[in-house]
């Protein structure tokens, strides 16, 4: 099952031109950007791990893209995406984000029931992958 | 021989045709080359090879446009010279001349010397460089007295891994940057021999020469007029006996001499102006230096 999240996500996988694109455009606007990758999919995941510090002071995308490139290069299955931040008053806070990088095969997410007292269920939801432990959740599945 | 015979076999014209003088006009980049030849006085093997880079780059951009595919030219330079001989001025110009003619993206110069590379403990450089690479990416980046990275002295220094992640984004990212390294003669000789792996590297080799009087003192015109100051007839003379003098000093830096001077001059000539407050001042007087102003100089009584 393919996650949605973010920009674009519901588009074909944008290309590396692409990608350089929309970092250019966030450039363009003075926000710093931030790569994040993680190997957990619960759509409540949050907090991803960074990759480095956010950047500032950056005027081109290929600064950005060298650290993709680093961070696919690092965790070739993980999820990765691409965070905008803009720190102008009003706003500080995140205007982009989008995924760069996915696991080639997503299993999806199981609907877990539990019953509680009486006739309650309360369900939730429970990526196939992360049965394994971090690190091994989709480099194994492959 | 056999992609020659192929070319001309598959029916590839070669008498297609391009206009390298529209390419030319296009590029805006004679207006370019005009200022470099009126703002900077001598410096002529530097602007040789400016133009020279220029061709280069006008002649590939033709060929891209006839479809000729070939690896872009490597344009990592190095300037040797003494101080004070306009190494940090002419690679802005630089960047200026790569940008028009689409070489580097932006048209910025992000200017380092080893404190900003070099981190202090271990795994503290590695990703101090990277993001100064990063800031310059698309750019120019240039490493002032770059000699100061390698120190033989000192075989647990962290120099040498800031060149080897520099040479490696040399390579690697060949289209997305432009480093210039930059240092005295002899002190970068050394750099270089220590280094080879950074000397193959480096494509360009631009040798800045120490400016002669005459030289001298058509920088000390242009500078006072872009500071809208005017040298009286005196002065004038004044000025050229001093840079005579101070040419025979010991630490003399060129045009930053020239520039020490004449604020110093200018320091004088307003104590002067302030210490006859009492009678009105013209607009000519605000802006003359006078002989007496460089004449009391430290130069002279030595």
Request: with cysteine; net charge negative.
């Amino acid at each position: 099952m393919r996650i949605t999240q973010g920009q674009f996500s519901f588009l074909p996988e944008l290309t590396d031109a692409e990608i350089l694109a929309q970092i250019d455009y966030a450039l363009e606007q003075g926000w710093a950007l931030a790569v994040e990758h993680t190997d957990d999919p619960h759509p409540k995941n949050y907090y991803w791990s960074m990759w480095g510090t956010p950047m500032f002071d950056l005027r081109d995308a290929a600064g950005v893209m060298m650290e993709v490139t680093a961070c696919r290069k690092a965790h070739p299955a993980d999820y990765i995406k691409i965070l905008a931040f803009d720190s102008n008053k009003g706003f500080e806070s995140i205007r982009m984000a989008f995924i760069v990088q996915r696991p080639e095969y997503e299993p999806g997410f199981e609907l877990v029931r539990s019953e509680g007292p009486g006739r309650v269920i309360h369900y939730s939801i429970r990526g196939y992958a992360n049965a394994r432990p971090p690190g091994e959740r989709y480099t194994a599945s492959r | 021989m056999t992609l020659l015979m192929d070319k001309a076999g598959d029916g590839a014209a070669l008498d297609q045709q391009v206009d390298l003088a529209a390419l030319y006009a296009e590029s805006n980049i004679a207006e370019t080359l005009a200022q470099l030849d009126r703002d900077l006085v001598g410096l002529v093997p530097v602007k040789t090879r400016i133009r020279e880079i220029a061709a280069l780059l006008l002649v590939e951009s033709a060929r891209r446009e006839l479809g000729i595919q070939a690896e872009p030219p490597s344009l990592h330079m190095c300037f040797t010279g003494n101080p004070g001989t306009g190494k940090t001025t002419v690679a802005r110009r630089m960047a200026d001349v790569l940008h028009r003619l689409k070489y580097i993206r932006r048209n910025h110069v992000v200017t380092v010397s080893r404190d900003d590379l070099v981190g202090q403990y271990i795994g503290h450089t590695a990703p101090k460089t990277k993001e100064v690479l990063k800031k310059a990416m698309g750019g120019v980046l240039f490493i002032d007295e770059a000699y100061y990275l390698y120190r033989p002295e000192n075989e647990r220094d962290y120099g040498q891994e800031a060149i080897e992640i520099l040479l490696q984004v040399m390579e690697d990212n060949r289209d997305d940057l432009v480093v210039i390294l930059a240092g005295y003669k002899d002190r970068m000789d050394t750099f270089f021999r220590s280094n080879p792996g950074m000397a193959s590297r480096i494509a360009h080799n631009i040798d800045f020469p120490d400016y002669g009087a005459d030289e001298l003192y058509d920088i000390a015109e242009i500078m006072m007029a872009t500071m809208h100051y005017r040298f009286d007839d005196g002065a004038a003379s004044a000025m050229r006996d001093y840079i005579a003098r101070r040419m025979q000093q010991p630490r003399f830096a060129n045009a930053r001499s020239i520039r020490n001077a004449i604020d110093r001059a200018r320091l004088r000539m307003a104590n002067r102006l302030f210490a006859q407050r009492d009678m009105p001042v013209t607009r000519l007087a605000l802006e003359t230096i006078t002989a007496e102003d460089i004449r009391v100089s430290r130069v002279f009584s030595q």
